[in-house]
Structure formats: C-alpha cells, structure tokens
T-cell receptor, first 112, second 118 residues
Framework: GNSVTQMEGPVTLSEEAFLTINCTYT??????LFWYVQYPGEGLQLLLK?????DKGSNKGFEATYRKETTSFHLEKGSVQVSDSAVYFC???????????FGSGTRLSIRP | NAGVMQNPRHLVRRRGQEARLRCSPM?????VYWYRQLPEEGLKFMVY????????ESGMPKERFSAEFPKEGPSILRIQQVVRGDSAAYFC????????????????FGPGTRLTVT
C-alpha cells in the first residue's frame, strides 16, 4: 500500500544552519506530495506541494523537489530561524484518492 | 473567509462516556475529512464525507465510532463508550468538490480537538 517514511526527530539546529529533513514514499501511480507544518498547539498548515515528477515546491524559504527516480521529497532550507521550530509532516495523496497519507512527523527545534 | 472551525478545542471524558466532535468546513466546501493523531505520531485518515453521504470510511474503527455530515450544520464525529486509547487529537479538513477529472483540491485543516479520556 501507499506509505511515507520520514526522518525521525527530534532535530536540533542552531539559527542560520542548513536544514534537510528526508522523506521517501511508496505509492502506485503518480501521487501528489506535500509538506505540512504544525506549530505547538495548532493544526496543520500546508507548507508546500508538488504534483508531478521534477516539480519543486517552495514557500517561506523552504524547498522540496519531487524525485520519482528516488521516490523522495526531501525538505530543505538554507538558513533556519527560531520561528521555524515546529513539527514537519511529509505526506502524499494518491492520484486516484482523496485521503492524505502522512509520515510520522519530524520535530525541529532551532536554538538562538 | 473563516477557516475550518472545530469545537470544542479540548474535551475531557471519563471512560464509558460519549464524545461528540464538531467540524464546520470553510465556506463553499462540501467535503469533509477526519483524521486522528495519536501522541507523537502522524495523522491517520479516518473518514471522508460529503453532505449526507459517507464516501470513504476505510480508516474508521469498526465499533463505537461514527461520523455524519448532515444537509444543515456541522460534521459530527461521535465516539461512544470512550476508552483511554481514544485519547488523541482529532483533526478535520475540508475541500471544495472534487472535479470530474484532474487532481483533487487541497484540504484545509482545522485547529483540532484534543480528546482526553480519564
């Protein structure tokens, strides 16, 4: 079945460090891929998405590229801020389905 | 345009009681999804509803859980005879109707209801 595997946390970085959170997926067909962010005590917000191979999603300095050959959608940011501290979820939606399948989440903490 | 509304935000129930969670979708959205997030885990799909219709309930536990989305009013997720293992955050998402062809629209998430069973 369809699934998402992402890097386990917690990840702790200093401010202005480079961030990578790995995400790989298993799916039939051509799924859409997402990164969601959850700030403490809040619901999920869509951070970025990509709907086909080689698409790059980007938002707020974060980027992720849909790599079909490696079935990956790694999240990157060149210089993190304290305000980026949150839990990040990689997710997919199969091309023929409506439900979203989430990874287990990666908690990110940024030190000033 | 108000976002997805969920209430209550926090709900405490004793074992054996009933829990009712409400979700009001964004204006113009007729599709609602419920997800459950157990502590330190990702979200798991439970059920997908349109007005007066359950489309996909493949993630719903077979017993004690039910969901509805009536013609008028919010969507309700109902848990009967709650047990400690039901303690979780329950998130609702909504989207516009899915077009006949093409990729489904984005889902917009509410703030969640945190259920604690004592």
């Amino acid at each position: 079945g369809n699934s998402v595997t992402q890097m386990e946390g917690p990840v702790t970085l200093s401010e202005e460090a480079f961030l990578t959170i790995n995400c790989t997926y298993t799916a039939t067909g051509y799924p859409s891929l997402f990164w969601y962010v959850q700030y403490p005590g809040e619901g999920l917000q869509l951070l970025l998405k990509a709907t086909k191979a080689d698409d790059k999603g980007s938002n707020k300095g974060f980027e992720a590229t849909y790599r079909k050959e490696t079935t990956s959608f790694h999240l990157e940011k060149g210089s993190v801020q304290v305000s980026d501290s949150a839990v990040y979820f990689c997710a997919l939606r199969a091309s023929s389905a409506s439900k979203i399948i989430f990874g287990s989440g990666t908690r990110l903490s940024i030190r000033p | 345009n108000a976002g997805v509304m969920q209430n209550p935000r926090h709900l405490v129930r004793r074992r054996g009681q009933e829990a009712r969670l409400r979700c009001s979708p964004m204006k113009g959205h007729s599709h609602v999804y419920w997800y459950r997030q157990l502590p330190e885990e990702g979200l798991k799909f439970m059920v997908y509803l349109q007005k007066e219709n359950i489309i996909d309930e493949s993630g719903m536990p077979k017993e004690r859980f039910s969901a509805e989305f009536p013609k008028e009013g919010p969507s309700i997720l109902r848990i009967q005879q709650v047990v400690r293992g039901d303690s979780a955050a329950y998130f609702c998402a909504s989207s516009p109707p899915i077009p006949p062809t093409g990729v489904a629209y984005e889902q917009y998430f509410g703030p969640g209801t945190r259920l604690t069973v004592t």
